[in-house]
């Protein structure tokens, strides 16, 4: 009975058996070529790019398909390293990191452990405020904030970089859901042990947390490394570029310290610096895949 | 009555609030933060929008001036038309073909899905700005990637960023490698809380894979489509990234989206005007999503 309930099912699902050898078959086939051709789709940019970043300008734009691997040379890295200060754009994003996302691994769990398990008067209201923040569009803020950035002197410091968003809504309402998970008997039992509310949030809630507090570390760190908006508008110098400005920047400055390098002569360069500012995010990917999924679903809820 | 200590009244206070101050400590930070990088430079620029000013000097109020002007504006209109082409490009294509790959990607007994998953999602993690630069070069008129293979096939070559007819699939297409993965990865999560038992059951009604498809998978996964929709449609209008690095706004401004319009005004300092533009913008931002909330809203019901 059972056996014959479970054939029926199968035969609904995935047609006869007799239809399984003929139209099946070709079914798959189809399949699987259109989801590896989406595959190449996706993945053939990011393997040509780095390809060719092994291959010299004038090369790329004669012959963009082929590849010898003897002719294989650092030639464009060389010259990139030469005429772009990357070095620069590495340790500023590296700052800009660094104290961007410990504010933001700080305050926003706090501010997160405070609505969830809190009572405190006005905090509906308040919570629908923060989450009412998230509607203004990024775009939107750009000429205030730089208006703002202008009075304050800030234009190309750290602080212009660091601050704004820096505590940011998003962050805020992921957190108070994630610990609006952890079970109130944990807290309870803390609080006989006369924690303070620090205490508890320090010795009960972030611990608990910590798959939760690991995608949110992923998360603001792709937000922090790939951001390009905000920078390119707050910094007008070569010294307080972040890496993603200096690359979008990459022809200038090739141009400036070589000269007559635009266009082809500069392209193993160009590609050079892409392949380098894309390797961190891939590597990190591969290694920790897992949380970046988490973490970017998570992100999901943005907006 | 009014004898109590400086101490009682704080006890008394602190109880009336909910027994403790340490939860306002804890939100502080965020209002500080917002008042500071939020709400003042936003009444400030609401302000400087009503005056004429260039960066330097005292603002001269002009009253609505800047916002009569934009709204009759020939390039304020050509940005927002522009932005509505992309999105025409960019949204329903990409969304149908997330939903697409991820019903084919949920399906049992296949094979290789963590690879096929993994190597479709990569591109959404890629700096944006790194795979403009490698568009720029592959899609280059005279020694690009794309067109050499064009010509090898006997084809034309095409001005993919030179002409104002393709500058705007081009970028398109850049928008769509960069952001589909991130589209199916939604997708493929609304599909895995769909119950199983549905399509048990569904299959013991005799339903076959098409039919489970359009009579659980799809009206199952309307609040994802919708949920997409809105913050597709939400990123395509502020769109600026892009058509900075790929294009600046060209050929012929045929890629100045209403977010790269901005920056144009703050490049020439205009920045009364551009204060103006982004408040513009903002409204048509909300009224988007009011609209596309709307629509959801309609369609859950039906």
């Known amino acids: ?303 | 009555m009014s004898s109590y200590s400086p101490r009682q009244r704080v006890f008394a206070l602190r109880h009336w609030v909910g027994g403790s101050f340490a939860p306002y400590v804890f939100i502080a930070p965020f209002f500080v933060f917002f008042l500071a990088f939020g709400l003042f430079p936003l009444l400030y620029a609401l302000r400087l929008s009503f005056t004429d000013w260039r960066g330097v000097g005292v603002p001269r109020f002009v009253g609505f001036a800047n916002y009569t002007f934009l709204l009759t504006d020939r390039l304020f209109w050509e940005s927002v038309q522009n932005s509505l082409y992309l999105w025409f490009f960019i949204v329903p294509v990409q969304t149908l073909f997330a939903v697409l790959v991820a019903s084919l990607l949920s399906r049992p007994l296949l094979r290789f899905r963590w690879f096929f998953r993994t190597s479709y999602l990569v591109s959404y993690l890629v700096p944006l700005v790194a795979i403009a630069q490698v568009w720029k070069v592959l899609f280059d008129q005279d020694f690009g990637a794309v067109n050499y293979v064009l010509q090898t096939l006997g084809l034309p070559a095409v001005g993919w960023l030179t002409t104002s007819t393709w500058a705007k699939p081009t970028l398109a297409l850049l928008v769509f490698w960069k952001s589909s993965g991130f589209a199916i990865l939604i997708m493929l999560a609304a599909i895995q809380g769909i119950p199983r038992e549905l399509y048990e059951a569904a299959a013991l009604d005799g339903a076959n894979e098409r039919k489970q498809f359009f009579l659980i998978t799809l009206p199952l996964m309307r609040r994802a489509i919708a949920f997409y929709v809105v913050i597709a449609t939400l990123a395509v209008v502020q769109m600026f990234a892009e058509p900075y690095v790929l294009t600046q706004g060209g050929p012929y401004r045929s890629t100045t989206t209403a977010g790269y319009a901005l920056f144009r005004y703050m490049k020439h300092l205009e920045l009364g005007l551009g204060a103006a533009n982004s408040f513009l913008l903002t409204i048509l931002v909300v009224a988007l999503s009011l609209l596309m909330l709307r629509l959801l809203r309609v369609r859950e019901e039906a």
């Open chain 1, 1 to 303: 009975m059972a056996v014959a309930q479970e054939k029926r099912l199968i035969n609904a699902r995935w047609g006869r058996p007799e239809c399984l050898v003929r139209g099946l078959r070709l079914g798959h086939v189809a399949l699987y070529t259109f989801l590896v051709v989406l595959a190449f789709f996706y993945l053939y940019p990011l393997l040509w790019m780095a390809v060719s970043s092994f291959k010299t300008g004038p090369d790329i734009a004669s012959r963009p398909l082929s590849f010898n691997v003897s002719d294989a040379t650092l030639d464009s890295y060389r010259r990139l390293l030469q005429n772009v200060p990357l070095h620069i754009g590495f340790k500023n994003t590296f700052v800009v990191l660094i104290f961007k996302g410990a504010l933001t691994m700080f305050f926003c769990p706090l501010a997160g452990f405070a609505f969830a398990k809190f009572r405190f008067r006005g905090r509906d209201a308040l919570f629908v405020f923060v989450l009412a923040t998230m509607m203004l569009p990024p775009v939107v803020m750009l000429i205030p904030l730089l208006l703002l950035m202008g009075r304050l002197g800030w234009v190309n410091t750290y602080q212009a970089l660091i601050l704004p968003g820096a505590v940011n809504a998003f962050s805020i309402f992921w957190m108070r859901q994630q610990i609006a998970e952890v079970p109130d008997e944990l807290l309870d039992a803390g609080r006989v042990d006369g924690c303070s509310a620090w205490g508890l949030h320090w010795r009960i809630v972030l611990p608990v947390i910590r798959p939760a507090l690991a995608a949110l570390a992923i998360l603001t760190f792709l937000d922090i490394y790939n951001d390009f908006v905000w920078p390119v508008v707050a910094v007008n110098t070569i010294r307080m570029q972040t890496l993603q400005v200096m690359l979008s920047d990459l022809y200038n400055q090739i141009n400036n310290m070589q000269v007559g390098a635009i266009g082809t002569n500069a392209w193993g360069q160009v590609l050079a610096a892409s392949t380098i500012a894309t390797f961190p995010v891939l590597i990190l990917f591969l290694i920790l895949q897992r949380h970046f999924i988490y973490g970017i679903l998570a992100g999901s809820l943005k907006g």
